[in-house]
């Protein structure tokens, strides 16, 4: 979407949106606090691109041993500069690597303008 607002000219645009899914599960269906592993995300986003926002959402998906699996989840989303996501991505790709070890994981969800990336 193009503005031509004149006041908008003079603010700073962030392009670029950047998006954690933190489950709140280990392995399939063992729940567990995600509070560390969500301040781990929005620490590291914070100081990457300025801010961090999240979120708690509920997501699903079909496990061929266990059928339908709801999982909770954070989702922890920050807004970039086009140059700081293409300087800091192998960064957040990174964080995304350590949690999916460390919460026995298959993937880690990361969302980059729309797009849908399994880490």
């Not at 986003?45 to 999240?54: D, K």
């Not at 293409?86 to 919460?103: F, H």
Request: aromatic share 8%; glycine share 6%; net charge negative.
């Amino acid at each position: 979407m193009k503005l031509e607002n004149a006041r908008l000219m003079n603010c700073l645009k962030l392009s670029s949106k950047i998006t954690v899914y933190v489950p709140a599960t280990n392995n399939i269906n063992e729940h567990v606090d995600n509070s560390e592993q969500v301040n781990r995300t929005a620490t590291l986003l914070s100081s990457l691109f300025g801010g961090a926002t999240s979120t708690p959402a509920l997501g699903y998906w079909v496990s061929p041993a266990a059928g339908l699996v709801a999982e909770k989840t954070t989702v922890v989303f920050a807004y970039a500069s086009d140059s700081d996501l293409q300087k800091y991505i192998g960064e957040v790709v990174d964080l995304c690597e350590d949690l999916k070890q460390q919460m026995s994981q298959d993937a880690i969800a990361l969302e980059i303008n729309g797009e849908m990336y399994f880490i």
